[in-house]
């Protein structure tokens, strides 16, 4: 089955830089993937997410970037901002009735 | 805007009790899954489930069982609850309209002493 690996781990960003998170895959037909984020005590909300037939998307400050080639895709959060700090997690599903595979998730800290 | 609800947001159990996690939606979704959240681990999914009365085992259904007996409701049962089931449970729709978007649930933290 497929299988999704997010790094890092945690991430420490001063205000106003740039984050990039990155994750991987392993089954080629996946073909969805979305992003997640989860501020303390609440739920997993989706920023904004990518299909196979698109290789970059964009919204305001953030942007996803899918590699189909090498099977990775990354997000990038630019002008970060205190309201940036969360987890985030990567996922990827092969179609749309079937579930979706999470990486482990990127504690991201930003420091003001 | 969907709604999706679970009816507790803390619970505190003892070891062998049975357990039942209740999630609802009030948006008609076929799709519901149950996943658990660990520091770590990330969001490991128990079981889903694409209509009433149907269900399919994800990554870790050992220790658990489901219930879908209506559309707007799954259920998530520990039949003898032990420590290593303390953890975040989340439950999760799949959006109509949207791809595979997945909305989650507030969570229910489950203590199990």
């Known amino acids: 089955g497929e299988n999704v690996e997010q790094h890092p781990s945690t991430l420490s960003v001063q205000e106003g830089d740039s984050a990039v998170i990155k994750c991987t895959y392993s089954?080629?037909?996946?073909?969805?993937f979305p992003w997640y984020k989860q501020e303390l005590g609440k739920r997993p909300q989706l920023i904004i997410d990518?299909?196979?037939?698109?290789g970059e998307k964009k919204d305001q400050r953030i942007a996803v970037t899918l590699n189909k080639t090498a099977k990775h895709f990354s997000l990038h959060i630019t002008e970060t901002q205190p309201e940036d700090s969360a987890v985030y997690f990567c996922?990827?599903?092969?179609?749309?009735?079937?579930?979706?595979?999470f990486g482990k998730g990127t504690r991201l800290s930003v420091i003001a | 805007d969907v709604k999706v609800t679970q009816s507790s947001r803390y619970l505190v159990k003892r070891t062998g009790e049975k357990v039942f996690l209740e999630c609802v939606q009030d948006?008609?979704?076929?799709?519901m899954f149950w996943y658990r959240q660990d520091p770590g681990l990330g969001l490991r999914l128990i079981y889903f489930?694409?209509?009433?009365?149907?269900?399919e085992k994800g990554d870790i259904p050992e220790g658990y069982s489901v219930s879908r007996e209506k559309k707007e409701r799954f259920s998530l049962i520990l039949e003898s609850a032990s420590t290593n089931q303390t953890s975040m449970y989340l439950c999760?729709?799949?959006?109509?309209?949207?791809?595979?978007?997945?909305?989650f649930g507030p969570g229910t933290r489950l203590t199990v002493l």
């Open positions: 996922a990827a599903s092969i179609q749309r009735n079937t579930p979706l595979v």
């Open positions: 089954d080629s037909a996946s073909n969805y």
């Open positions: 990518i299909r196979s037939n698109v």
């Open positions: 948006m008609d979704h076929e799709n």
């Open positions: 489930s694409y209509d009433v009365k149907m269900k």
């Open positions: 999760a729709t799949l959006g109509r309209g949207s791809y595979n978007e997945q909305f």
